[in-house]
């Protein structure tokens, strides 16, 4: 069963609250601001943090050391700092039953400003095109938890290609341009939850800290939003880390919660369950 809608004429204008920004547009346009003012390290992570009395002492992956006033972690869902400072990320990924596959084909399987969709129970696929590309994602529930190494792109792709078989519509094509795209990406649906992002001179932004899952569509809407909250915490109480971070953990949580308890919401609406939740999505719509 699939559903086809044209979301934005080409050249058609956002509304004044909305933005639209490729992710590695904003990439680019954020390291053009600050390439001259700050020291930036590629090729590199964090190993190890030690904290002193007036700074954190960083330990790099090839070999190197240095001092700080503060860290950031701002390194994902994944997040090595988290893991090093805060705990293992079992303690506080929260399993949402899904899983996505998804890339970014240099071509349009669609018209442009157009998402299809297709659903079977428990599985589904959509198709995006936008800027002469096309987002081709792949969406599953399984009845329990799978186990994998999101660092392995073979066992990835297995799991893809696996959950893909024997589906109708367009998938065969679909699991094909997945597969072999440069972008390919699968992961779990999860959130992150924690009772502080905070702990010492250490504070987590964006997905590291608050991952609301792809299902909330604000990713990296998230992010800019929680570094603002931070950066407005330090102008406030300047030297005062501890407060600066007390009120963001503060000031920024209701936010969060609400858009996690959405997005939980979003998930279940968009991957019927059986037939009987197919047919009714498509003859009733969804609504959010």
């Known amino acids: 069963t699939g559903f086809s809608f044209v979301l934005r004429q080409p050249g058609d204008e956002l509304p004044d609250d909305e933005f639209e920004i490729e992710r590695d ?12 003012d700050a020291e930036l390290k590629f090729n590199n992570s964090i190993t190890a943090l030690n904290e002193t009395q007036d700074n954190i002492e960083v330990f790099f992956k090839d070999g190197s050391t240095d001092d700080y006033a503060y860290v950031f972690g701002c390194d994902g ?15 506080f990924a929260h399993f949402l039953g899904q899983y996505f596959s998804i890339a970014i084909v240099d071509k349009l399987l669609v018209e442009n400003g157009t998402y299809q969709m297709y659903s079977e129970p428990n599985k589904g696929a959509a198709l995006y095109a936008h800027n002469n590309k096309t987002d081709v994602i792949f969406t599953f529930r399984t009845e329990n938890e799978i186990s994998y190494d999101f660092r392995k792109q073979d066992q990835l792709k297995e799991i893809v290609s696996l959950q893909m078989k024997g589906m109708g519509w367009r998938t065969a094509e679909l699991q094909n341009e997945l597969l072999n795209s440069t972008s390919f990406y699968f992961d779990k649906f999860c959130q992150i939850k924690m009772h502080s992002w905070t702990k010492g001179r250490v504070a987590l932004v964006g997905d590291a800290g608050y991952c609301a899952s792809p299902a909330a569509g604000m990713g ?22 501890q407060s600066a971070f007390h009120s963001y953990n503060t000031g920024l949580r209701p936010f969060i919660e609400e858009i996690q308890a959405e997005a939980v919401q979003t998930l279940e609406k968009l991957l019927p369950r059986t037939d009987g939740d197919v047919k009714a999505m498509w003859e009733n719509g969804i609504s959010f």
């Open 25 to 36: 547009s904003l990439l680019y346009m954020m390291y053009d601001q600050i390439k001259t």
């Open 220 to 241: 990296g809407s998230l992010a800019i939003i929680g570094a603002t909250a931070l950066a407005d915490a330090f102008i406030m109480f300047q030297d005062d880390y």
């Open 77 to 91: 869902i994944h997040s090595a700092v988290r893991k090093i400072w805060f705990g293992q990320e079992s303690e």
